[in-house]
């Protein structure tokens, strides 16, 4: 059974660095095919993506945010960990981890809980 | 990039009816369109993916169709459970992935 669950702080000041870890289970990211990829949701607003990565280090952005984003993954632990540096107020959002497989589906198949962060001061 | 439009935004429905909503991307896609249901404090559940593959344990009423830049989602009898926000979703390889803007399913 494949889970994957998001933490990090819930409330962070503008400027600062937010670091978000998906901590998973039940596959492996260095199997071929496996991605582990964030997405988030503002409040009463749609999903956007943020971000990728793959079994073998591929890693892939939003244009939009891609000098502010940076994912790394930690096979071992199974860890998948994205910062956000310069956070701003209009980045409040519930932020989402989730599995995809790019090979069969490209689609998240299965989804973190989410946790929801406040960007104020 | 490519951009996905979804409509409508809001579709008011009963128990029963049948639903359609649509999602055009700006350039073909093949057929790397997914469907996800979200309901209010919920992650999104992935429906449907490659455009018309139904996921495990998804009730059959659903149902996708289309390629290149047109598809569509269709839930033949609407039932309580269904009342939510549907999104789609494309990942052109050569492109970023990118998720419609939503289609919300209000009680009438």
């Known amino acids: 059974q494949i889970t994957l669950k998001e933490s990090g702080p819930t409330l962070v000041k503008p400027t600062q660095t937010l670091t978000l870890t998906c901590t998973f289970s039940?596959?492996?990211?260095?199997?071929?095919?496996?991605?582990v990829g964030w997405i988030r949701q503002p409040p009463g607003k749609a999903l956007e993506w943020l971000a990728l990565?793959?079994?073998?280090?591929?890693?892939r952005y939003s244009p939009s945010l891609k000098s502010r984003l940076t994912i790394t993954k930690d096979t071992s632990k199974n860890h998948v960990v994205l910062t956000m540096t310069n956070m701003d107020p209009v980045d409040t959002a519930t932020y989402y981890c989730?599995?995809?497989?790019?090979?069969?589906?490209?689609?998240?198949?299965?989804w973190g809980q989410g946790t929801m962060v406040t960007v104020s001061s | 990039d490519i951009q996905m439009t979804q409509s409508p935004s809001t579709l008011s429905a009963s128990v029963g009816d049948r639903v359609t909503i649509t999602c055009r991307a700006s350039?073909?896609?093949?057929?790397?369109l997914a469907w996800y249901q979200q309901k209010p404090g919920k992650a999104p559940k992935l429906l449907v993916y490659?455009?018309?593959s139904l996921e495990s344990g998804v009730p059959s009423r659903f149902s996708g169709s289309g390629s290149g830049t047109e598809f569509t989602l269709t839930i033949s009898s609407l039932q309580p459970d269904d009342f939510a926000t549907y999104y789609c979703?494309?990942?052109?390889?050569?492109?970023?992935?990118?998720f419609g803007g939503g289609t919300k399913v209000e009680i009438k």
């Open positions: 989730a599995h995809l497989i790019f090979s069969a589906r490209r689609a998240f198949d299965i």
């Open positions: 039940g596959f492996s990211l260095s199997t071929s095919g496996v991605g």
């Open positions: 990565i793959y079994w073998d280090d591929d890693k």
């Open positions: 350039q073909s896609i093949s057929n790397w």
């Open positions: 490659k455009a018309s």
């Open positions: 979703q494309q990942y052109n390889s050569y492109s970023p992935l990118t």
